[in-house]
């Protein structure tokens, strides 16, 4: 397929004496480190998925005056911008021909907390976790806590609408975005927040950007208000297409909840205001103990009766993996028998004694319903942080299998809900199967939305064919249960590809046009969520990278 974009067409082969001008301009107009240099370009090609496109350059700024001059610079050259954060993305949203914005380095800190309101004013390339230490001596954190919090960015998480183990308590990152500093496809600066009344009257009369962008999400979301409601999922964990179903009412609007999960294709986020929530007092963990897929799962919807904080699955390869590693073996001494599968219950409390009476509670319900053969429980913090050290070791552990064939991510965010794991999981293994291959599977049980990454060998052109015809029959068996393809994850280019089959021609016309709306030159990370590369396309590994002379 080629490059939907003439933006990121040109980006692609930009010619060297132009790149070497948008460096030079960069330089002069702002603070921040320009790299355009072969070494950085090839460090920035890629992130955590299983793509690869080379950058114009990267750019690390140190303030939002220099985000606004970088959008500007690139526009002027009809080159597109990709904000980065940790480079943690599992489905391409950062990969692009563009000039890459990384605010790791330098526009990473809180700028301001409100302990009695709960809130913080932060940077995008801040660290979830060191957020969370930032404002513990308030008895506060983030509660976005994907697996990869101790790097991954709050920008990044905005970007993804990231979610993690404890959502099932504290939903998703949409969910504690307050407010958002943005840099306007155009360079214009502004704040995104709750606006009603007279002031939102004003927002729709402004003749500018701002108010184009105000009046184009409140019509699209009307005009397409009962596709929206038949088309997206009726699940916890929906972070797929753009979010037309916040602004279908008549009331105030707060275009934060656009830009969260957008995947920086509608603007650049310098700056924002979070919900921060109380630190639990207490905290007790259980371990499931299983040898049965399906019987893991059953489990789940019993399990969260009992209002649990978390319910965290790894499997059976996970489980073999992480034994034949001697860095990680130690991990399975508290183990009884040999498990297959394992589910990690964590439950919150004021006190130990309510912590450790849920525990009972839950134990002795397994026991009843014959679910798992052993459970074993801890209120020790330093036991409840090693035994839980297997499951957050899951995706390393994951791709720690021999040879070629890996445990990829292409399928391996979607969600359903809890009730539907069993013959979900029942009818993914059979597509599985029927391909001749196997899949590590972890993931967030409580939430229906599991992890399962099908072995491939990207290196053969068999295995690429498998992978797409994987893809293809997980994206319909999806549809078929109502579930959302991507669940935490983001669409990027993986899941990017199947945003018109997920939710239907009329509301990827809708999505087009509200991406037109915000970036009508295309210079916003183009190709993400909608008007993707195909999955065959931009590979890091494939037979042409493999057979490549060097």
């Known amino acids: 397929m080629p490059l939907l974009y003439e933006t990121t067409r040109k980006a ?303 499997g059976r390869m996970v489980l073999k993996n992480c034994a034949e590693n001697p860095g990680y073996r130690h991990l399975m001494d508290f183990l009884e028998g040999d498990p297959t599968e394992l589910l990690f219950v964590e439950f919150y409390g004021d006190t130990e004694a309510e912590v450790r009476s849920k525990l009972d509670a839950l134990k002795a319900d397994l026991d009843h319903r014959n679910l798992g053969y052993a459970t074993l429980t801890t209120f020790n913090p330093a036991l409840h942080r090693r035994w839980y050290s297997l499951r957050e070791a899951g995706l390393g552990l994951a791709m720690a299998l021999k040879g070629d064939a890996k445990p990829l991510p292409y399928v391996e965010d979607t969600a359903v809900s809890p009730e539907q794991l069993p013959e979900y999981v029942r009818r993914f293994e059979e597509i599985i199967e029927r391909h001749g291959t196997t899949a590590a599977y972890y993931g967030h049980a409580s939430t229906g939305c599991m992890h399962i990454r099908p072995v491939v060998n990207l290196k053969t052109y068999e295995g690429v064919d498998k992978m797409v015809s994987i893809a293809e029959e997980i994206s319909s068996l999806v549809l078929e249960f109502g579930g959302s393809l991507s669940g935490e994850h983001g669409d990027g280019i993986v899941r990017g590809a199947f945003t018109e089959k997920m939710f239907g021609s009329e509301l990827y016309g809708a999505f087009k046009e509200l991406k037109a709306a915000f970036d009508p030159d295309g210079t916003m990370n183009p190709g993400k969520i909608i008007e993707t590369p195909g999955l065959r396309e931009n590979l890091r590994i494939s037979p042409e990278t493999t057979n490549m002379d060097v």
């Not at 460090?43 to 939002?64: C, E, H």
């Not at 000039?99 to 790791?104: A, G, K, L, N, Y």
């Not at 009307?222 to 929906?238: C, D, M, N, T």
Request: charged share 25%; with cysteine.
């Open 12 to 314: 692609a082969h930009l010619a060297p004496r132009e790149a070497r001008e948008i460096a030079a301009e960069l330089r002069a107009q702002t603070s921040g480190d320009v790299r355009f240099d072969d070494y950085d370009r090839l460090m920035y090609a890629t992130d955590a998925s299983i793509f690869s496109m080379t950058p114009v350059g990267v750019f690390l700024p140190r303030s939002a005056d220099d985000v606004e001059a970088a959008v500007r610079i690139a526009g002027a050259h009809g080159v597109p911008v990709t904000p980065r954060g940790a480079g943690t993305a599992l489905a391409g949203q950062t990969a692009n021909h563009s000039i890459v914005i990384d605010f790791s380095k330098f526009m990473n800190s809180v700028v301001a907390v409100s302990p009695e309101e709960r809130w913080a004013r932060v940077q995008p390339g801040i660290v979830n976790n060191d957020l969370s230490r930032a404002v513990a001596t308030h008895g506060l954190m983030y509660a976005p806590d994907p697996v990869t919090s101790n790097r991954a960015t709050v920008g990044g998480g905005i970007g993804n609408n990231s979610c993690g183990p404890h959502s099932v308590i504290y939903g998703k990152t949409l969910d504690h975005i307050l407010e958002v500093d943005v840099v306007l496809s155009d360079g214009t600066r502004t704040r995104f927040a709750p606006v009603g009344g007279e002031a939102l009257e004003d927002r729709f009369s402004q003749d500018d950007l701002e108010g184009r962008l105000y009046r184009e999400v409140r019509r699209l979301a009307h005009e397409h208000r009962e596709e929206v409601q038949r088309r997206f999922p009726k699940i916890l964990r929906r972070v797929g297409g753009y979010n037309l179903d916040d602004f279908g009412g008549d009331g105030p609007m707060n275009l934060t909840r656009a830009v969260v999960g957008s995947e920086g294709t509608l603007t650049v986020v310098t700056e924002a205001k979070v919900n921060l929530v109380p630190t639990p007092a207490h905290k007790g963990l259980g371990v499931v103990h299983f040898n049965g897929l399906i019987e893991c799962m059953e489990a789940a919807v019993p399990i969260l009766e009992h209002g649990p904080s978390a319910v965290e699955m790894i």
